[in-house]
């Protein structure tokens, strides 16, 4: 059993969650990771302060792919202040693998596009 | 599909490089990353110590013995370097990285003029290729930008391949001022027809700029016989420092320039107001220069030429050929660039189906072999690939063909673990 790519992180990756696009929606953002040039991009809609649907879209690594797609079950039916709140732990204790220095970003990639839709900030989750 | 046989190489040096005797959880490295950045052979560790320990002092200002051979060592490692390229001391120009050089270039060049005529103005055009690392796209950009001036791009074809006759219509448009362009490409590996571009581009009354980087470590390079305007590459890829890198320039071109950034050293004279320029080429290495750099740089190209350049480029070419073999026996696997391997410098970029590139260079790591992963600062030329990012292997002297099977066996280990 490897470590890092574990079966439901590769089951993530193959057949990710709430992937695709959502029209029409109330919040967008689009991000790349400039390590990478990997692209992730989100569609919200939004009813009473919370998240009512949201879909990702883009390209990128096993753990990118994967920590959006179990992100997102997550994510739809929280509430937009809570979003703002999320931080870089919440995810990758989400995530649930030891993610190195070098593979962070992967990780986070996703929350930084939430971040960046729902509240504007657009800034690595630290 | 039958194993293919491991060639003979023609060279063994695996053992003049410390960083080899290192152990990551017991297994020994596997560097296939030279593209990036190569490992430093004793003799350059060496000498950069005795440097520091024995003979450090600023240059060019002392009267002192001491910094009398602080002198002596950087001059002497300027005409090595020089020499190992065929140019000459005074038009070689120490920068700290081939993207200085080139901003050098951009600036120094690009923005200044000869007789009253700017070198770069609205209706000008600079010329670059769809093989460029971002070094040799955003200073043309930030310069055409500024002036008004078009930046054109050579196309490369599908095998990786750039054409001379798009080179010979672009430059019959007659406002062509400057081609810029890698000898090796970063990513597809090509191997560009540099003295014949330059050719067409000095009988066009154009400047051309040769992006050495991949090239000067791995094949013979003589930068006369190219007839490069100017010709940039760098210490660290070669086997030397970090914090170093080379421009080669025409005499003519150079003393028409102005300086690129001022300072201590690149004077000849300061008064109140004004200021004179310093003689060739220290009029372009204004304030302290990289000297124990360059001195760990003299004993690089010494040591590669100690081992023949024709000789390192049969040894990467016969790894070359084999890495493009072996990595054939990967289901999934695609190379891209020239499929034939002497059409290439030592490195192969591969995409494999169901595994991002970032995923292969870690699936590679746990099988103890260091390639690299993403865009490899290229990304107009992902573009048109069509992928986002590709994995990288490539070469140096210190490779052997184990080193490839050692990959072989962690790219096929990989695929197990995604399930395909």
Same mark, same amino acid.
């Given at each position: 059993?490897?470590?890092?790519?574990?079966?439901?992180?590769?089951?993530?990756?193959?057949?990710?969650? @709430?992937?695709?696009?959502?029209?029409?929606?109330?919040?967008?953002?689009?991000?790349?990771?400039?390590?990478?040039?990997?692209?992730?991009?989100?569609?919200?809609?939004?009813?009473?302060?919370?998240?009512?649907?949201?879909?990702?879209?883009?390209?990128?690594?096993?753990?990118?792919?994967?920590? /959006?797609?179990? /992100?997102?079950?997550?994510?739809?039916?929280?509430?937009?202040?809570?979003?703002?709140?999320?931080?870089?732990?919440?995810?990758?204790?989400?995530?649930?693998?030891?993610?190195?220095?070098?593979?962070?970003?992967?990780?986070?990639? @996703?929350?930084?596009?939430?971040?960046?839709?729902?509240?504007?900030? @657009?800034?690595?989750?630290? | 599909?039958?194993?293919?046989?491991? $060639?003979?190489?023609?060279?063994?040096?695996?053992?003049?490089?410390?960083?080899?005797?290192?152990? &990551?959880? =017991?297994?020994?490295?596997?560097?296939?990353?030279?593209?990036?950045?190569?490992?430093?052979? *004793?003799?350059?560790?060496?000498?950069?110590?005795?440097?520091?320990?024995?003979?450090?002092?600023?240059?060019?200002?002392?009267?002192?013995?001491?910094?009398?051979?602080?002198?002596?060592?950087?001059?002497?490692?300027?005409?090595?370097?020089?020499?190992?390229?065929?140019?000459?001391?005074?038009?070689?120009? &120490?920068?700290?990285?081939?993207?200085?050089?080139?901003?050098?270039?951009?600036?120094?060049?690009?923005?200044? #003029?000869?007789?009253?005529?700017?070198?770069?103005? !609205? +209706?000008?055009?600079?010329?670059?290729?769809?093989?460029?690392?971002?070094?040799?796209?955003?200073?043309?950009?930030?310069?055409?930008?500024?002036?008004?001036?078009?930046?054109?791009?050579?196309?490369?074809?599908?095998? +990786?391949?750039?054409?001379?006759?798009?080179?010979? *219509?672009?430059?019959?448009? =007659?406002?062509?001022?400057?081609?810029?362009?890698?000898?090796?490409?970063?990513?597809?590996?090509?191997?560009?027809?540099?003295?014949?571009?330059?050719?067409?581009?000095?009988?066009?009354?154009?400047?051309?700029?040769?992006?050495?980087?991949?090239?000067?470590?791995?094949?013979?390079?003589?930068?006369?016989?190219?007839?490069?305007?100017?010709?940039?590459?760098?210490?660290?890829?070669?086997?030397? $420092?970090?914090?170093? #890198?080379?421009?080669?320039?025409?005499?003519?071109?150079?003393?028409?320039?102005? $300086?690129?950034?001022? #300072?201590?050293?690149?004077?000849?004279?300061?008064? &109140?107001?004004?200021?004179?320029?310093?003689?060739?080429?220290?009029?372009?290495?204004?304030?302290?220069? !990289?000297?124990?750099?360059?001195?760990?740089?003299?004993?690089?190209?010494?040591?590669?030429?100690?081992?023949?350049?024709?000789?390192?480029?049969?040894?990467?070419?016969?790894?070359?050929?084999?890495?493009?073999?072996?990595? #054939?026996?990967? !289901?999934?696997?695609?190379?891209?660039?020239?499929?034939?391997?002497?059409?290439?410098?030592?490195?192969?970029?591969?995409?494999?189906?169901?595994?991002?590139?970032?995923?292969? *260079?870690?699936?590679?790591?746990?099988?103890?072999?260091?390639?690299?992963? +993403?865009?490899?600062?290229?990304?107009?030329?992902?573009?048109?690939?069509?992928?986002?990012?590709?994995?990288?292997?490539?070469? =140096?002297?210190?490779?052997? $063909?184990?080193?490839?099977?050692?990959?072989?066996?962690?790219?096929?280990?990989?695929? *197990?673990?995604?399930?395909?």
């Amino acid at each position: 059993m490897d470590d890092l790519y574990r079966d439901y992180i590769l089951e993530h990756y193959k057949r990710p969650h @709430n992937f695709g696009e959502l029209e029409p929606h109330d919040l967008e953002s689009h991000e790349h990771n400039p390590l990478c040039g990997d692209e992730l991009g989100v569609h919200i809609t939004v009813k009473d302060g919370r998240i009512e649907d949201l879909k990702f879209h883009g390209h990128g690594c096993a753990i990118s792919q994967a920590s /959006a797609s179990i /992100a997102s079950e997550e994510l739809i039916g929280m509430e937009l202040d809570e979003v703002g709140e999320l931080d870089a732990d919440w995810m990758i204790e989400l995530l649930g693998i030891p993610v190195s220095a070098t593979r962070r970003k992967c990780a986070l990639l @996703n929350l930084k596009v939430v971040r960046g839709a729902v509240t504007g900030d @657009n800034a690595w989750p630290a | 599909m039958p194993p293919v046989a491991s $060639p003979t190489t023609s060279l063994d040096v695996k053992a003049d490089f410390p960083i080899f005797a290192r152990r &990551f959880d =017991g297994r020994e490295l596997i560097y296939l990353d030279s593209g990036a950045t190569s490992q430093k052979p *004793a003799v350059v560790i060496d000498a950069l110590a005795e440097h520091l320990r024995e003979h450090n002092a600023n240059v060019h200002r002392g009267v002192y013995a001491l910094a009398q051979e602080a002198d002596a060592a950087y001059d002497g490692a300027r005409r090595r370097v020089a020499a190992f390229v065929g140019a000459s001391p005074r038009t070689t120009v &120490f920068t700290k990285n081939v993207t200085e050089a080139i901003n050098l270039l951009a600036y120094a060049w690009g923005r200044g #003029g000869v007789a009253g005529r700017a070198n770069v103005g !609205p +209706g000008d055009a600079i010329l670059i290729t769809q093989l460029e690392h971002h070094a040799n796209i955003v200073p043309w950009q930030m310069l055409c930008r500024e002036r008004g001036a078009q930046l054109r791009y050579l196309e490369v074809d599908e095998r +990786g391949e750039l054409s001379l006759e798009q080179l010979d *219509a672009e430059l019959a448009r =007659g406002d062509v001022r400057l081609v810029a362009f890698a000898h090796v490409s970063n990513v597809l590996g090509t191997i560009v027809p540099v003295a014949a571009m330059c050719a067409r581009i000095r009988a066009a009354g154009a400047v051309s700029l040769v992006d050495g980087a991949q090239a000067v470590p791995h094949m013979p390079v003589d930068v006369e016989a190219i007839g490069a305007d100017f010709y940039a590459w760098t210490g660290h890829k070669a086997l030397g $420092p970090t914090g170093i #890198g080379v421009l080669h320039g025409r005499a003519e071109v150079m003393e028409e320039m102005q $300086p690129f950034m001022t #300072g201590g050293d690149m004077i000849s004279s300061v008064d &109140f107001q004004s200021a004179e320029w310093n003689e060739l080429p220290y009029k372009f290495e204004a304030g302290t220069p !990289p000297i124990a750099e360059a001195v760990g740089l003299g004993a690089a190209v010494e040591y590669l030429s100690g081992l023949e350049m024709e000789r390192v480029r049969a040894h990467e070419l016969a790894l070359t050929a084999y890495m493009l073999e072996r990595l #054939g026996e990967v !289901p999934g696997l695609r190379v891209v660039g020239p499929p034939q391997a002497e059409r290439r410098g030592g490195l192969a970029s591969f995409t494999i189906e169901g595994i991002h590139p970032h995923d292969v *260079a870690e699936l590679a790591d746990r099988g103890g072999v260091c390639i690299r992963a +993403g865009h490899h600062c290229a990304q107009p030329l992902m573009r048109c690939l069509g992928v986002g990012a590709t994995a990288r292997a490539s070469v =140096g002297v210190y490779n052997e $063909p184990a080193d490839v099977d050692a990959l072989v066996d962690a790219l096929l280990a990989g695929r *197990a673990v995604f399930g395909l």
